[in-house]
């Protein structure tokens, strides 16, 4: 059979049109064909696996919150939108979209927990180290999946457990499980694994599950010569152990496994006080202060932290900014300095409710700074309703143990230690306060609190807000003249 070369070129263009007619009429006899849509519509993305649907914005609309302020174009929003765009070219594994999404949100929540702008410098560093850790690691990036889709349940207050969060979380267990039976069973990576999935406990409220991967966090980096030696090394993944073993003992109300000492000394920005030296100056403000005099002595040393850090956040969130890793170091010091401290007297007498007032007030300050997912902090049962019964109890005779007391349970407000029915004891009190303090406007309340600890970056906007809707005092009618 020869082939040979078939010459169209004398064919024109009406007949190759009906060429192609009778050719096509045997395949498309009967049929008719449809009218072309101007403006197709895209077709919905079909998820890899089944998921809830939860309203959440896309991918360059997230909405960038720092302590609960948005924040506008800069150098961070440059930074996570960087990391957060390029999450689904460097997947280990296909996600379902609505995933991704979360994922990429919890890309900013990391970075805006870790290194908030108002504060800190903005290096790049501690996203590019979660970065690298997330997707070098196959088990570590289906636990930040699975962790991201918990972040979307917590923020909505939603308990239910998504498929997609549930099958991520498995094949985290399923390596977790062959590592340990390996020789990466005290890695680094297979460390930062455990407490990921501690924190995906804690964001649904599983206190006893997040307990018993505690423990194994705890006895793997004993066995990796301590928290302090992983600290020196890697406090990315130090600083999420510790910050579990706080959250937890605050949840609980159990001994913290650490202490301040673990945190490395040159992380922490308060210098340690010399009872016995000469006091600098910002030491002799501290030490004057009207919250430092009126405490009990067992007190004083947390006061003086809590207000030194105070002073510091002012400082960074109009001056020069901090270091995040000295930011996160300094946070976690103070809040373990405040949970050594044991107060010994009996919580029934006038005093003691006093003083464990200002206690859970301090904790409801670092609280803020240290839990929190977007503009929503983490509560703690035990201790809200602490707050609540020794605020319902303390009182004050002169006029600075009122002031403290008014900024007590004002910051007890502004922080995770009220709900809606504590309206009911707390407002009248804070308005006795406020009329027997001569506190009536907002800027009366903002110069008086500047001696106490209280950040106006983190707590003057949602302090004003209740302010104008439940204290302030409404201005006298003018009478109508007749």
């Given at each position: 059979m020869s082939f040979r070369f078939v010459d169209h070129s004398d064919i024109n263009h009406k007949?190759?049109?009906?060429?192609?007619?009778?050719?096509?009429?045997?395949?498309?006899?009967?049929?008719?064909?449809?009218?072309?849509?101007?403006?197709?519509?895209?077709?919905a993305d079909k998820p890899a696996i089944a998921c809830r649907t939860v309203n959440v914005p896309r991918g360059n609309d997230i909405p960038i919150t720092t302590l609960g302020h948005p924040q506008?174009?800069?150098?961070?929003?440059?930074?996570?939108?960087?990391?957060?765009?390029?999450?689904?070219?460097?997947?280990?594994?296909?996600?379902?979209?609505?995933?991704?999404?979360?994922?990429?949100?919890?890309?900013?929540?990391?970075?805006?927990?870790?290194?908030p702008p108002v504060f800190c410098q903005t290096t790049g560093v501690t996203g590019w180290m979660w970065f690298q850790l997330a997707f070098r690691d196959e088990a570590y990036f289906h636990c930040n999946v699975a962790i991201a889709s918990a972040c979307a349940a917590f923020l909505t207050e939603d308990s239910y457990h998504s498929?997609?969060?549930?099958?991520?979380?498995?094949?985290?267990?399923?390596?977790?499980?062959?590592?340990?039976?390996?020789?990466?069973?005290?890695?680094?990576?297979?460390?930062?694994?455990?407490?990921?999935?501690?924190?995906?406990?804690?964001l649904y409220s599983d206190p006893h599950r997040a307990m018993i991967h505690l423990n194994g966090v705890t006895r793997m980096i004993a066995l990796r010569g301590g928290i302090g030696e992983l600290a020196k090394r890697k406090f990315l993944i130090a600083e999420k152990a510790l910050r579990c073993d706080m959250e937890l003992a605050l949840h609980c109300g159990?001994?913290?496994?650490?202490?301040?000492?673990?945190?490395?000394?040159?992380?922490?920005?308060?210098s340690q006080r010399d009872h016995l030296g000469p006091q600098t100056r910002e030491s002799m403000r501290v030490l004057e202060s009207i919250l430092y005099q009126s405490v009990c002595v067992e007190l004083r040393e947390a006061v003086f932290d809590t207000l030194s850090l105070s002073r510091i956040l002012s400082q960074a969130s109009h001056a020069q900014k901090l270091d995040p890793e000295a930011y996160q170091g300094t946070l976690i010091y103070v809040c373990y300095r405040l949970l050594e401290n044991q107060l010994h007297h009996n919580e029934s007498s006038v005093s003691a409710s006093f003083d464990m007032l200002v206690q859970m007030a301090l904790f409801g300050f670092l609280i803020t700074f240290c839990f929190g997912?977007?503009?929503?902090?983490?509560?703690?049962?035990?201790?809200?309703?602490?707050?609540?019964s020794v605020g319902r109890a303390a009182c004050g005779d002169g006029r600075p143990q009122k002031m403290v007391l008014?900024?007590?349970?004002?910051?007890?407000?502004?922080?995770?230690?009220?709900?809606?029915?504590?309206?009911?004891?707390?407002?009248?009190?804070?308005?006795?306060?406020?009329?027997?303090?001569?506190?009536?406007?907002?800027?009366?309340?903002?110069?008086?609190?500047?001696?106490?600890?209280?950040v106006k970056a983190a707590h003057e906007v949602p302090g004003e807000e209740f302010w104008n809707m439940a204290l302030a005092l409404p201005l006298p009618c003018k009478p109508i003249e007749s």
């Open positions: 007949a190759r049109k009906l060429i192609r007619s009778h050719v096509m009429k045997g395949k498309n006899s009967g049929k008719t064909r449809a009218k072309r849509d101007e403006n197709p519509k895209p077709a506008s174009n800069s150098a961070f929003l440059a930074v996570t939108r960087q990391i957060a765009n390029n999450l689904d070219l460097v997947s280990p594994t296909k996600i379902a979209p609505q995933a991704m999404l979360h994922l990429q949100q919890l890309a900013f929540y990391i970075l805006d927990i870790s290194s498929p997609v969060a549930l099958y991520h979380m498995s094949q985290a267990y399923r390596l977790v499980n062959q590592r340990l039976s390996s020789n990466e069973a005290l890695s680094d990576n297979t460390i930062a694994v455990v407490a990921a999935i501690n924190i995906y406990d804690r159990s001994k913290p496994k650490y202490s301040s000492g673990d945190v490395p000394r040159h992380l922490v920005l308060i997912i977007g503009r929503k902090l983490i509560t703690f049962p035990l201790v809200m309703e602490r707050f609540r008014f900024w007590a349970l004002l910051m007890g407000r502004v922080s995770s230690l009220t709900n809606g029915d504590d309206v009911v004891w707390l407002v009248p009190r804070l308005k006795a306060l406020a009329d027997a303090l001569e506190l009536r406007a907002w800027r009366d309340v903002s110069d008086a609190l500047r001696g106490f600890p209280w």
